[in-house]
């Protein structure tokens, strides 16, 4: 499996655009790249998932360079309520694989 | 709501204990996922079970055991309980049927946290 590199943390204000990089420089041909939230005590939750280019859905969009060696979760107008950890995982997307978590990024957004 | 439910939500216990979790998972998963969250450790992947059979294990004790019934729920004992073992304990499922698909997501319950003291 890929070795992921995030931020420990990052700071930003309510209103504002987020964006969260991984680095994943020996990502395989068959690695897919998939993001989890995950708030205090409680389990993560699948964000949003992608292989290359970029990909939106209701709550983020994930932005991957043509040599996905780095991608970028974008949080648009992020509020209180996304204050979490976000983690970065890269795998084969093998279906029936368990997941390796590495530390995260812990978003604090304020007022 | 994930649809993963664990029980029970607390659980306080003394050292040398042995204690059982219990998940029931989505409605239709056939995987179950074991995962462990102590401060310093992070997230860690303890077992896995796909239809009842163990599939994966991961960083789980010896002193640790799971097995999935025939319903699909799952349960986690833990005994010989040790300080250390305080941590939140996660289960999570998914649809994936055995096959080579290319992509599955996992859903996490909310957690049992167990206190050893």
């Known amino acids: 499996l890929a070795k992921t590199t995030q931020p420990i943390s990052m700071d930003s204000y309510e209103g504002q655009e987020v964006n969260i990089t991984c680095s994943h420089n020996n990502i395989a041909t068959n690695d897919y790249i998939t993001w989890y939230q995950q708030f205090p005590s409680q389990g993560p939750r699948f964000i949003i998932q992608g292989y290359k280019t970029k990909v939106t859905n209701e709550v983020a969009s994930l932005f991957i360079p043509a040599d996905r060696k780095s991608s970028t979760l974008s949080l648009p107008r992020v509020s209180l309520s996304d204050t979490a950890v976000y983690y970065c995982l890269v795998g084969d997307g093998q279906a029936g694989t368990a997941l390796i978590f590495g530390k995260g990024t812990t978003l604090s957004v304020s007022s | 709501d994930s649809g993963v439910t664990q029980t029970p939500k607390h659980l306080i216990t003394a050292t040398g204990q042995r204690v059982t979790l219990r998940c029931s998972p989505r409605?239709?998963?056939?995987?179950v996922y074991w995962y462990q969250q102590s401060l310093d450790q992070g997230l860690q992947f303890l077992i896995q079970y796909y239809n009842g059979e163990e599939r994966a294990k991961g960083n789980i004790l010896e002193r640790f055991s799971a097995q999935q019934f025939p319903d699909l729920h799952s349960e986690l004992n833990l005994s010989s309980l040790e300080l250390g073992d305080s941590a939140l304990y996660f289960c999570a499922s998914s649809a994936w049927g055995g096959g080579h698909s290319s992509t599955d997501t996992q859903y996490f319950g909310p957690g049992t946290r167990l206190t050893v003291l």
């Open positions: 409605s239709g998963d056939l995987s």
